[in-house]
């Protein structure tokens, strides 16, 4: 068995590959930032879990018969080399291997927020996933009601975002073909 983090003295950088495999052996999971793995919070919420089962029971289908699967936060992506970051949820190539620990062509990423004014540990990653560069989306979602803020990338190297509020909105994914209803998301689970 592998090291805990805790019995481990993190002095050196690690790579990639000696990262991979020591997670491999690891139940919590870890991103990779900076040479160092980085422990996830534990625990999500009802909610957050209800949402996450809600956005892939939608995505799966509309994502059948084009390149692309949705991916949870059990497989990293790579935002540039040497840094592995967790989605809450992700949509990559179906082009990966199955083995693979790691996407490896992401399109869209997927967050969830408590407080989107206070969830700075999310909102730190949005500058990580800007330098992935296959992703197209990153949209980060309220926890608690129906609203969503979409970063996607512009022709060339920029990037633009907007808010998306309501039930009745859509979030505009160009990349992937598709226009995510945010009722499909939140009925049922939005207070």
Same mark, same amino acid.
């Given at each position: 068995? *592998?090291?805990?983090m ?18 491999e ?6 991103? %990779?930032?900076?040479g %160092?793995?980085?422990k996830?919070?534990? /625990?999500? *919420?009802?909610?957050?879990?209800r ?13 059948r018969?084009t ?22 949820? /992700?949509v990559?190539?179906?082009?990966? *291997? ?11 990423? %997927? $967050? ?7 969830? %700075? ?21 309220c ?10 990338r512009?022709t ?6 907007t808010?998306? $509020?309501?039930?009745?909105? *859509? ?5 992937? /073909? ?14």
């Amino acid at each position: 068995p *592998s090291p805990s983090m805790s019995e481990m003295q993190l002095t050196e950088p690690w790579s990639t590959e000696r990262f991979l495999r020591w997670q491999e052996g690891e139940d919590a999971l870890h991103e %990779f930032v900076g040479g %160092f793995p980085l422990k996830m919070p534990e /625990g999500v *919420s009802r909610r957050q879990d209800r949402l996450v089962v809600e956005l892939i029971g939608w995505l799966g289908p509309a994502l059948r018969g084009t390149p692309f699967a949705p991916f949870t936060r059990r497989f990293g992506m790579e935002t540039r080399p040497g840094q592995i970051r967790r989605p809450a949820m /992700g949509v990559d190539t179906v082009a990966t *291997s199955p083995e693979a620990m790691v996407a490896t062509a992401t399109v869209a990423v %997927f $967050e969830f927020l408590c407080d989107p004014r206070f969830d %700075f540990d999310r909102l730190r990653k949005i500058e990580d996933y800007k330098q992935a560069p296959f992703l197209r989306h990153i949209v980060c979602l309220c926890e608690d009601r129906p609203l969503a803020f979409h970063a996607f990338r512009l022709t060339g190297a920029g990037w633009d975002g907007t808010r998306i $509020e309501g039930l009745d909105a *859509s979030i505009p994914l160009a990349a992937l /073909g598709t226009n995510l209803p945010l009722r499909e998301i939140y009925n049922g689970v939005s207070a």
